[in-house]
């Protein structure tokens, strides 16, 4: 019970309304269009959690992540989205460990639950953007082998995740921006699919709130990098 408590307190008012609408919607979305496909609801409820404790800096958010990786991507399959399965098991979920142990050894004094926000800089920025040109460009073609289903946006989905990724393992504010745009691209590709099967209207609304969470996290983030550099 005190366990429950702390962890109440940890968040404020603000987050725990945040975290606690988009666990009621995606139920509430999950119950009226889907009812059957618990994975769906199960992946949307740990990813929902995952990015309110990502928002915090805490590394708890990266451990779900992984776990969120492993299920969307087989959510993804049954769609025969190979894009975003690969993307997630070859790249997130691989990026999430990365960062994880990243966030575990540059804690911000010592504190664990909030890790060190990092600022990268013009040269690392140019080769983020070389690299990720390359990562797209080898995935468009391993895309179009598998057949994916609308490969542009799925190509560009890979695009906004490893920049994602990447500005993740580095604390960078931005690897919430980052995540906002691939929830736009993400929300494209599952309106498509849910014009063939109204059931993934649920996923629509996952995305929908894990981009209201994702801009809360930038803000959150630039809050932190203030108040780590001694800012009010």
């Not at 005190?2 to 725990?16: A, D, M, R, V």
């Not at 992984?66 to 190979?82: G, H, Q, V």
Request: one cysteine or more.
């Amino acid at each position: 019970m005190k366990k429950l408590t702390s962890l109440i307190k940890y968040f404020s008012k603000g987050e725990l309304i945040l975290w606690c609408s988009s666990v009621v919607l995606i139920i509430t979305f999950f119950l009226i269009f889907d009812g059957e496909n618990y994975l769906t609801l199960t992946a949307s409820v740990i990813g929902a959690t995952a990015l309110i404790f990502n928002a915090k800096g805490n590394p708890i958010g990266q451990a779900l992540i992984i776990i969120f990786s492993i299920l969307y991507a087989i959510i993804s399959y049954s769609f025969a989205y190979y894009g975003e399965m690969i993307t997630y098991l070859g790249m997130s979920m691989p990026m999430a460990i990365v960062a994880l142990i990243s966030w575990l050894r540059n804690p911000y004094n010592g504190n664990r639950s909030e890790v060190k926000v990092n600022r990268i800089k013009g040269k690392e920025v140019a080769f983020m953007l070389v690299l990720t040109a390359v990562v797209t460009f080898v995935f468009y073609f391993i895309l179009k082998a598998f057949g994916t289903a609308n490969l542009i946006p799925s190509t560009v989905s890979v695009t906004t995740s490893f920049i994602a990724a990447y500005l993740t393992f580095r604390r960078s504010p931005f690897f919430a921006l980052a995540y906002a745009s691939n929830d736009v691209i993400l929300l494209i590709l599952w309106t498509m699919a849910t014009l063939t099967d109204i059931s993934y209207l649920s996923v629509i609304i996952c995305f929908v709130m894990f981009l209201i969470n994702d801009i809360y996290g930038f803000i959150n983030w630039t809050r932190m990098q203030k108040r780590q550099n001694g800012g009010a």
